[in-house]
């Protein structure tokens, strides 16, 4: 399976599935989505109001990647659980801290929540 995560030129972008007011600052693994599409699951204390969600994944991803919080920002999903976060720096680095931090595992799970019933 495909991580969450791919190279950029400048960096890489994150894919995120972001859980506000989830209790904690944390990364809680990669799983995939019902539509297929592998994410990074995330939860912050922060409220989803005026971006303070947002800034607080930003800042989690940049510090987790060792790098400057001004380095992370959101290119997409703003106002979605669903994000693209995009972190400058040297992108092979920036991989295998991402790697490190997050390994992905071949455990398929659906969407958090949501159990799928036989049929």
């Known amino acids: 399976m495909e991580p969450p995560w791919r190279a950029t030129l400048d960096g890489v972008v994150v894919a995120c599935r972001l859980t506000?007011?989830?209790?904690?600052?944390?990364f809680d693994g990669v799983?995939?989505?019902?539509?297929?599409?592998?994410?990074l699951l995330a939860r912050v204390r922060?409220?989803?109001?005026?971006?303070?969600?947002?800034?607080?994944?930003?800042?989690?991803?940049?510090?987790?990647?060792g790098v400057a919080a001004s380095k992370a920002r959101v290119v997409s999903g703003a106002k979605n659980r669903v994000k693209q976060v995009a972190v400058t720096g040297e992108p092979a680095e920036l991989l295998a801290r991402l790697e490190r931090a997050t390994p992905v595992s071949d455990d398929e799970r659906t969407k958090p929540g949501r159990q799928r019933r036989p049929r």
Not at 20 to 26: E, I, Q, V, Y
Not at 33 to 38: E, I, K, Q, T
């Open 20 to 26: 506000p007011k989830g209790g904690r600052d944390s």
């Open 46 to 65: 922060s409220a989803p109001e005026d971006g303070k969600a947002n800034a607080a994944l930003c800042r989690l991803i940049a510090e987790e990647l």
């Open 31 to 39: 799983v995939t989505l019902s539509d297929g599409m592998r994410v």
